[in-house]
């Protein structure tokens, strides 16, 4: 079993940027995929970036060239820097990971005002 935290997130304008952190404890040494959701106000929760442990990346289209995924050495965290924010940004972002899929933190808010 994988625990996941989120954390990183607040309100900022547009333009701005904010980076994401998803700390994984527990069984991390199992991990090979670590991704970022979000669900917006309203809406489904959607894919965002995934990495693989051997550093392979792909991200939606809305945020390719704005967002960043990358993890730590240890690979028990991943982070999503994320530039150039939009209103459309706006969403709690969560994390999760292959193959625990089943496992979700809390996720964490970001804001982005229009």
């Known amino acids: 079993q994988v625990q996941l935290v989120e954390s990183g997130g607040g309100l900022v304008q547009p333009g701005g940027s904010l980076r994401l952190s998803c700390a994984a404890s527990?069984?991390?040494?199992?991990?090979?995929?670590m991704r970022w959701y979000r669900q917006a106000p309203g809406k489904q929760r959607e894919l965002v970036a995934a990495?693989?442990?051997?550093?392979?990346?792909n991200y939606a289209d809305s945020v390719k060239g704005r967002f960043t995924i990358s993890i730590s050495n240890a690979k028990n965290t991943a982070y999503l820097q994320m530039n150039s924010l939009k209103p459309e940004d706006t969403a709690v972002y969560y994390c999760?990971?292959?193959?625990?899929?089943?496992?979700w933190g809390k996720g964490t808010l970001v804001t982005v005002p229009s």
């Open positions: 527990g069984s991390v040494f199992t991990i090979n995929t």
């Open positions: 999760n990971t292959s193959p625990h899929t089943w496992a």
């Open positions: 990495i693989t442990s051997g550093g392979n990346t």
